[in-house]
């Protein structure tokens, strides 16, 4: 099948999950393109579609909003997967017992399954290097108060075995869905 991997990325974390996704798809066979959300034009020659972006304060980047709102009867009629990055650490349970997964999920997501009816939606861990400059208003602001940059823990929190075992899941899947 042919399959487009678009995403929103900011620093490089996400471009880097969606990457290992396209990846993964392609070395079980599918034919896949790597496409920044913001430069694809049509998903009309996909059978079908991975979107992924980041994920801050909640909310998912509006490159990959913007790509889903735009493309959303395209992607409501081709099997479609959704995933973001987000969170930092490795653990999976926050101070008031949360899955921390489930609590980063963008607050888009609940509207995108309504409209585009995605086979799934994933949460993985995201990366954050701070000497990376700031990009955005709340990143600039967040620079000017060390006690909460510091409160931010940074490296590359990825779980690529997490990346790899979703990817796999779906090249399966095109592989037993059926054609037009």
Do not use: C
């Not at 996909?46 to 998912?60: C, E, K, T």
């Not at 489930?102 to 585009?116: I, Q």
């Amino acid at each position: 099948m042919r399959v487009l991997v678009a995403y929103a990325s900011r620093h490089g974390a996400t471009a880097g999950i969606a990457a290992r996704i396209a990846e993964r798809l392609s070395d079980s066979g599918h034919a896949v393109d790597l496409v920044p959300a913001d430069e694809v034009e049509s998903v009309g020659g996909y059978d079908a579609v991975v979107l992924g972006a980041a994920a801050y304060i909640a909310h998912w980047m509006k490159d990959a909003t913007a790509f889903a709102r735009h493309h959303r009867t395209e992607l409501a009629e081709r099997p479609t997967w959704l995933f973001s990055s987000g969170p930092l650490g490795t653990e999976r349970v926050d101070a008031e017992g949360r899955d921390v997964l489930e609590a980063a999920r963008p607050k888009e997501f609940d509207n995108l399954e309504a409209r585009l009816h995605p086979r799934a939606v994933k949460v993985f861990f995201g990366a954050w290097d701070p000497s990376n400059p700031p990009v955005g208003f709340a990143e600039r602001a967040m620079a000017r108060l060390p006690k909460a940059a510091a409160a931010l823990p940074a490296g590359d929190f990825r779980n690529w075995d997490a990346v790899d075992s979703w990817a796999d899941t779906i090249a399966t899947e095109l592989f037993q869905a059926p054609t037009d």
